[in-house]
């Protein structure tokens, strides 16, 4: 058996998210097109037949603007640290601007001796013919361990990085049961879910502002799920936005949580949800742990 560690990183967008859950098999972590969807680490397990690797999520990799910026910015320090292998991920639509800012993000790396693996995503979203200049310009950025062009949303080429991920790992223990494809607690997993349709059903200004707190969670004796969460944001103006017109806009992330979290759990959902105004609260250190997010 061989096993090991392994982190996702890269700048905010590249999809890093995505292809966790197109590695898992599962969907354990939640994909928007906005920036900074990620907040923590989120741990995905894949276990082969004589392989399992444990599969870290990261934050973007951004400037912070307030003390929950600098907690992502922790999370992704404490990723790499330990692991077997790193995989950066790049959007294959990269420009020469957008191409210093990675080569100062993998600036940092240099010091490890850690393998680092890139994942040139997006491929579907641009001819072949245009992606062979791209990929020649990347691998003169670094010393990366192989260069992988794939479509993390798609599948394409995602088993190739896999075998390469694979035949770096050692030999080494299974570290989670096979039926195991997260560490999150269900209570985390079903507030993210709820977050995810909050950020692509509301402006854009709003999603970073906004945390979700489950109140309750409770099975009744025929399966049904019962719960209860809290969506804070930090301005009374956002709340009404969150609210919408008769409650429509809140009935639609309901709804659409709803879906997931019944797919997730394998059992109906009651799903009741209220909004809270928490002024700052990205700045307010002990909310910001009660919300979920360590200090580590």
């Given at each position: 058996?061989?096993?090991?560690?392994?982190?996702?990183?890269?700048?905010?967008?590249?999809?890093?998210?995505?292809?966790?859950?197109?590695?898992?098999?599962?969907?354990?972590?939640?994909?928007?097109?906005?920036?900074?969807?990620?907040?923590?680490?989120?741990?995905?397990?894949?276990?082969?037949?004589?392989?399992?690797?444990?599969?870290?999520?990261?934050?973007?990799?951004?400037?912070?603007?307030?003390?929950?910026?600098?907690?992502?910015?922790?999370?992704?320090?404490?990723?790499?640290?330990?692991?077997?292998?790193?995989?950066?991920?790049?959007?294959?639509?990269?420009?020469?601007?957008?191409?210093?800012?990675?080569?100062?993000?993998?600036?940092?790396?240099?010091?490890?001796?850690?393998?680092?693996?890139?994942?040139?995503?997006?491929?579907?979203?641009?001819?072949?013919?245009?992606?062979?200049?791209?990929?020649?310009?990347?691998?003169?950025?670094?010393?990366?361990?192989?260069?992988?062009?794939?479509?993390?949303?798609?599948?394409?080429?995602?088993?190739?990085?896999?075998?390469?991920?694979?035949?770096?790992?050692?030999?080494?223990?299974?570290?989670?049961?096979?039926?195991?494809?997260?560490?999150?607690?269900?209570?985390?997993?079903?507030?993210?879910?709820?977050?995810?349709?909050?950020?692509?059903?509301?402006?854009?200004?709003?999603?970073?502002?906004?945390?979700?707190?489950?109140?309750?969670?409770?099975?009744?004796?025929?399966?049904?799920?019962?719960?209860?969460?809290?969506?804070?944001?930090?301005?009374?103006?956002?709340?009404?936005i969150i609210i919408g017109k008769r409650g429509d806009k809140?009935?639609?992330?309901?709804?659409?949580?709803?879906?997931?979290?019944?797919?997730?759990?394998?059992?109906?959902?009651?799903?009741?949800?209220?909004?809270?105004?928490?002024?700052?609260?990205?700045?307010i250190e002990n909310f910001i742990t009660e919300m979920g997010?360590?200090?580590?």
């Amino acid at each position: 058996m061989k096993s090991g560690f392994i982190a996702i990183t890269g700048r905010p967008n590249a999809g890093k998210s995505t292809l966790l859950n197109r590695l898992v098999g599962e969907k354990v972590a939640i994909v928007s097109r906005k920036p900074q969807t990620t907040r923590t680490k989120i741990l995905g397990v894949h276990t082969s037949d004589d392989c399992q690797l444990v599969l870290i999520d990261t934050p973007g990799i951004h400037k912070p603007h307030n003390k929950l910026g600098r907690r992502m910015e922790r999370y992704i320090y404490s990723a790499t640290q330990d692991i077997d292998a790193l995989i950066y991920m790049i959007d294959a639509g990269i420009s020469e601007s957008e191409l210093e800012a990675e080569k100062e993000a993998l600036g940092g790396l240099k010091t490890s001796d850690v393998p680092v693996i890139l994942a040139v995503n997006k491929i579907d979203t641009m001819p072949r013919l245009n992606l062979l200049p791209v990929l020649d310009r990347l691998q003169h950025i670094y010393d990366f361990a192989a260069i992988v062009p794939i479509s993390a949303q798609k599948g394409e080429n995602v088993d190739k990085l896999l075998e390469i991920i694979e035949g770096m790992m050692e030999d080494g223990p299974k570290f989670f049961p096979d039926d195991v494809i997260t560490d999150q607690p269900e209570r985390q997993i079903v507030a993210e879910f709820i977050r995810e349709k909050a950020l692509r059903l509301l402006n854009k200004e709003i999603p970073h502002g906004i945390a979700v707190e489950i109140e309750k969670m409770k099975q009744r004796e025929n399966g049904t799920y019962d719960i209860s969460a809290v969506i804070y944001c930090e301005k009374q103006s956002h709340k009404g936005i969150i609210i919408g017109k008769r409650g429509d806009k809140l009935k639609d992330i309901g709804r659409q949580a709803r879906q997931d979290i019944e797919r997730f759990l394998g059992e109906k959902v009651y799903l009741e949800l209220w909004v809270k105004v928490k002024e700052n609260w990205r700045n307010i250190e002990n909310f910001i742990t009660e919300m979920g997010f360590d200090k580590n």
